[in-house]
């Protein structure tokens, strides 16, 4: 995995498995990612000018992959925010716990892959940026 800037924007770059019919990538938990997948998502039929996301997990660790197309991630660790493309098959975005993300501006048929470590649970959304705000001081503060 390799930090950029800071620890907030960790990308996880794929080897592709390329021939004359195309290429492959092959992701595994534990290995590729550095955790166990407990679940897989897509968002597809996504609108350009409709925004996802606005929520921090308080435990959940993910990966986004823009397997086609591209959509902008806001990171937002409380103190630090950054904004990066996902753009590329090969390049996964790891997402940490305690990290909130929005996603803008995706393009047409856009498909953007989540590789998850746990199982949906709406209780681990923090979808409130106060209560988010107010969480990350008590960790500083302790
Ligand atoms: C995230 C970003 C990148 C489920 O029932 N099961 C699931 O596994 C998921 C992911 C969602 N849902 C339900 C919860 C909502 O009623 O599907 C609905 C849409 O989910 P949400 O509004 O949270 O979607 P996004 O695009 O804002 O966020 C999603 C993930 O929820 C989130 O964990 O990090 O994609």
Known sequence: MSDKKT??????????LSDDRG?????????????????VYYLFGTQPDVSRGFHAHKALKQVAICVTGKCKM???NGTEK????LDSPTK??????????????????CVLLVLASEHYDEGDY?????????LKELVHET
């Open 23 to 39: 290429s492959l990538v092959a992701v595994e938990g534990n290995k590729t990612v550095p955790f166990d997948i407990k679940r």
């Open 7 to 16: 620890d907030l924007v960790q990308w996880i770059d794929f080897s592709p």
């Open 74 to 76: 806001l990171l937002d």
């Open 82 to 85: 950054t904004e990066v493309w």
């Open 92 to 109: 996964g975005l790891f997402i940490n716990d305690m990290i909130w993300r929005e996603m803008h501006e995706f393009s047409p048929g």
């Open 126 to 134: 923090i979808r409130d940026y106060k209560e988010f705000s107010n």
